[in-house]
């Protein structure tokens, strides 16, 4: 200020005022710029005499500085300059008395990068011994980019790596101040390079450390590079650490590189730390690189620990790498933890890496934790590397734990790596652990059965506290005996099968035979056998071939000038079922899975014939075919489908097109219809006599079997003689014999 009052003056007496302004413009822009960027951070000394050291392996070392530092008791280091690195000695400070100290760094000259030097590293070298990190208590300022970038690529767009590597990891006793965050001038970026925040608060796990109500990553990024989370917040595990309400990962990402999230939050085992409500992985991608939620909440076991109801993978990806959900919630056994409702793993990916799903919930015993009804691996793949889905439930032996009715292996598959399912349910020895009824190993050539550990205990151990509704050898579905002892279902006596399945299956090799009863289902020939005895475990055997006869159908026109004509129907045997429903099939080589005495059933191919539509016939309607020539039991109209059971002739019927109108005089007509009837007719005409509005129906041979009255309030009468036999009357009206045909 005194600067510009004493120019005012100067530019005054020589009546310099534009200059003067320029002037006055340009230095407060320059002093605006650097008061913009500077870093505070605390540091609390517990003795006198002790030295703190800022770090200066920022970025992993290698970075220069020029900084004017403030040491917060009155002390100045100006102008100080060099290279960083992961051993440096840092930049040393002794305050003489015990106490909290600010310490504010502000750019000595270009703004530029300016702080890229600034932070740890995960070693204990120099600056990094871990007696300097627990002197860090509080980082206070936010952080803009212009510290680790310069302004240059800022506006290109282009991002360097490593900008906030490990700047507090280990600093145990740290704490955020209200007012740190990534700046609002981060919303301009949307690119970030390789470990972003990788080891950013990795292992502050002061009893005091938590995020503030602010903190969040920048928000509009939509391409990273490897290691972007990766440890981010990873062991800290203080009684207060957990997100705030805000904190999420970028939901505009597409592209990820390796390690996005791996350990992300590992080991954040304290008592209050859960997800809020909002946070997410991004769900836009079709691809990521390896690692991508590998132990991301591995030994999150605090009581509060749980799922928000948002929280998912995303399923839009169709290509995974390695270890995609590798330890994911691994040992989160709180007993608050659970699945949400909308939890999945990807449904459309047809190529996954190496230990797909591996450990992903194993050890999650706590109370709640089971799967919800969605969950499943993706079924659409034909080759899984190694690791797939191994150990992915196993020790999940809390009460509540079971499977979901739709969960089952991928069944397509025709190439797996080794210890494919091994130990995937391990101990799943809870009161409520049932395999559901879709559940099955897919079958796979017994080369690729002879693979090491693969189906390695998957099932082992689950104890008796569940009775199992499916048989062992329902699950193995057939596959080869494995060359060695695979222990897939050893211990686990809740199959009732267990002892008599192979002993490298996990079972005792007993023999056991059952009575398999034969229905035939109208079978004429080959159906003398009417059951056999099988051996568990084994294949079915030889069974019958039996026949059905052929059939003829005759279609009798039945009065029409048309020729009758006929079709035949040949039924073929299409196979025994263990159903009659006809759902899954049983053939000669079909491993008996059925563990007791069961029928099977045979179906037949019955291709149904089409009813034919009769040529057009004179003076009559089609109303039909009947099986008998009187017409009176209906099989179908013309286009339906029929399939007899023995020869037969069908029969059509004919309606005659009559209007039943007859004349009585010039002034009086009557009108009876329709005629013939199948039970009600209409009378109308204009009879002005009472005795001639008596209706009388007659038989054949000349017996009343009806009389009636016409209305006398309406020109019509209805009159019913359903109850009639089929035949010809005649009807008296208004002084006139009628013939009338009932039908």
Request: glycine content about 8%.
């Amino acid at each position: 200020m005194y600067l510009c009052i004493f120019l005012h003056t100067i530019f005054n007496k020589l009546n310099m005022k534009k200059l003067f302004t320029f002037t006055v413009i340009t230095l407060l822009s320059v002093a605006s710029a650097a008061a913009q960027e500077e870093f505070k951070f605390e540091v609390t000394t517990t003795a006198a005499n002790q030295s703190f050291a800022i770090p200066l392996s920022g970025g992993n070392g290698g970075k220069t500085y020029y900084w004017n530092i403030s040491w917060g008791d009155g002390n100045k280091s100006l102008n100080v300059t060099g290279t960083g690195s992961i051993t440096s000695a840092g930049i040393a400070h002794t305050y003489t008395g015990a106490g909290t100290y600010q310490i504010t760094i502000t750019p000595a000259g270009s703004n530029d990068r300016w702080l890229a030097a600034f932070g740890f590293y995960n070693n204990s070298s120099g600056a990094n011994v871990q007696t300097n990190k627990n002197l860090v208590t509080k980082v206070i300022s936010p952080i803009t980019p212009l510290m680790t970038r310069t302004q240059a690529e800022i506006n290109a767009g282009t991002a360097p790596d490593d900008e906030w590597v490990a700047t507090f990891c280990l600093c145990t006793n740290l704490s955020m101040g209200p007012a740190f965050a990534f700046s609002p001038a981060w919303n301009s970026i949307t690119r970030v390079g390789n470990n972003f925040a990788s080891y950013m608060f990795y292992y502050c796990s002061g009893a005091a450390f938590t995020m503030n109500t602010i903190f969040n990553l920048p928000q509009n990024i939509t391409t990273v590079g490897d290691g972007f989370a990766y440890n981010m917040f990873s062991y800290c595990k203080g009684a207060a650490f957990t997100m705030n309400t805000i904190f999420n990962l970028p939901q505009n990402i597409t592209t990820v590189g390796n390690y996005f999230a791996q350990n992300m939050f590992s080991d954040c085992s304290g008592s209050a730390f859960s997800m809020n409500t909002v946070f997410n992985l991004p769900q836009n991608g079709t691809t990521v690189g390896d690692d991508f939620a590998r132990s991301m909440f591995y030994d999150c076991y605090g009581d509060a620990f749980n799922m928000n109801t948002v929280f998912n993978l995303p399923q839009n990806l169709t290509t995974v790498e390695n270890n995609f959900a590798y330890n994911m919630f691994l040992t989160c056994y709180g007993d608050a933890f659970n699945m949400n409702t909308v939890f999945n793993l990807p449904q459309n990916g047809t190529t996954v890496g190496n230990s797909f799903a591996f450990s992903m919930f194993a050890g999650c015993s706590g109370a709640a934790f089971t799967m919800n009804t969605v969950f499943n691996l993706p079924q659409n793949g034909t080759t899984v590397g190694t690791y797939f889905a191994s150990n992915m439930f196993s020790n999940c032996s809390g009460d509540a734990f079971n499977m979901n009715t739709v969960f089952n292996l991928p069944q397509n598959l025709t190439t797996v790596g080794t210890y494919f399912a091994s130990s995937m349910f391990l101990y799943c020895s809870g009161a409520a652990f049932q395999v559901n009824n879709v559940f099955t190993f897919p079958r796979l050539a017994q080369t690729e059965i002879n693979k090491d550990y693969v189906f390695y205990r998957t099932f082992k151990n689950l104890g008796t506290a569940a009775t199992q509704s499916r048989t062992a050898a329902s699950i193995i579905n057939g596959n080869p005996i494995p060359p060695n002892q695979r222990e897939t279902f050893l211990f686990s006596n809740c199959f009732a099968d267990r002892a008599y399945i192979p002993v490298n299956w996990g079972g005792d090799g007993l023999s056991k035979t059952f009575t398999v009863t034969y229905t035939y289902n109208g079978a004429t020939g080959g159906n003398a056998t009417l059951s056999k005895s099988v051996t568990y475990n084994s294949a079915y055997g030889t069974l019958p071939t039996p026949t059905k006869d052929s059939y003829t159908v005759t279609y009798n026109y039945n009065g029409s000038t048309q020729a009758n004509s006929s079709d035949a129907y040949t039924p073929t045997f299409g196979g025994w079922y263990l159903e009659a429903t006809f759902e899954n099939e049983v053939t000669n080589t079909t491993i008996v899975t059925t563990f007791s005495h069961h029928t099977i059933y045979a179906k037949w191919n019955n291709t149904p014939l089409t009813l034919p539509t009769p040529a057009a016939n004179a003076g009559y309607t089609f109303g039909g075919w009947y099986s008998e020539a009187s017409c009176v039991n209906f099989v179908g109209n013309a286009g339906d489908s029929y399939a007899p059971t023995a020869d037969t002739t069908l029969y059509a019927k004919w309606t005659k097109n009559q209007t039943g109108i007859a004349e009585t005089s010039a002034n009086n007509k009557i009108a009876i219809y329709p005629n013939p009837t199948t039970g009600h007719l209409r009378v109308s005409g204009d009879i002005l006599d009472g005795k001639d509005r008596e209706i009388i129906i007659y038989d054949v041979v000349g017996q009343v079997v009806f009389t009636s009255q016409l209305s006398k309030l309406s020109p019509e009468t209805t009159i019913d003689i359903s109850h009639l036999a089929n035949g010809l009357y005649f009807l008296k009206v208004g002084g006139k014999m009628f013939k009338i045909m009932k039908e």
